[in-house]
């Protein structure tokens, strides 16, 4: 009786072992769809409301240049200048610009050419910037859950004195994902003193949620 007790529980762990083998193939599939697919961003577009005009954008590919600012900015803690100037490959930029009366919108991704920011964020929660006559005052805020990235989200102001000392003034809400070899960021870019009703708050933050997404099919 003892032998075959023994028998009856070593066919209960093949059982076990047998039942348990198919596990690997969702992380497959989940890997799968992590995959990121540049080309896709255009269909990111679909999110936003009527009424905008859409073009290919070919600027620098980093939330500094949709802010405003040119060249190298001096920021104020310096490693701050890597949150708004991520580490991509420009060549591999794809993206897209928007007008419409809610400000214009940006969305870009980018190949990756170094590792994601980590300790950078804690000394940057509130810094400055500062590049030809265009100053800058930016605040570290919360970044969108996305999957299997690292987010970071920045309120920002930006202030430019033209000819004859008249100011002007922008106000961007941007959000980075860091992904698996991209970088994609998404920015609001606004006028504080425009007439037209700004777009809906936490709109940039979920587009940039949708547009990971949509690259990652």
Known sequence: MRLIAVCALALAGVGCAQSSGPAP????QTTARLTIDPTRIDRARDALPD???VAAY???????AVW???????????????????AVDPGTARGWSASG??????????GAAGPPITAVRADCARWTA???????????????????????????TATTVVEGGTETRSHS????????????????????GSPDPALAPGFASDLLAETVSTLRG
Not at 101 to 110: E, F, L, M, N, R
Not at 130 to 150: E, I, L, Y
């Open 173 to 192: 809400e941007t959000f980075v994902a860091y992904l698996d070899g991209y970088v994609c960021f998404v920015a609001v870019v606004t006028d504080p």
């Open 58 to 64: 070919t600027g620098p590919p980093a939330p500094f």
């Open 51 to 53: 009424g905008y005009e």
């Open 130 to 156: 500062v590049s030809g006559h265009t100053t800058g005052v930016v605040t570290g805020v919360p970044g969108p859950d996305v999957a299997s990235a690292q987010t970071v989200g920045m309120s920002g």
């Open 68 to 86: 405003g600012f040119r060249g190298s900015p001096v920021t104020d803690p310096a490693p701050c200048a890597a949150l708004a100037a991520p």
């Open 25 to 28: 193939a969702p992380a497959s």
């Open 101 to 110: 009366p809610g400000g214009i919108v940006y969305a870009v991704v980018a």
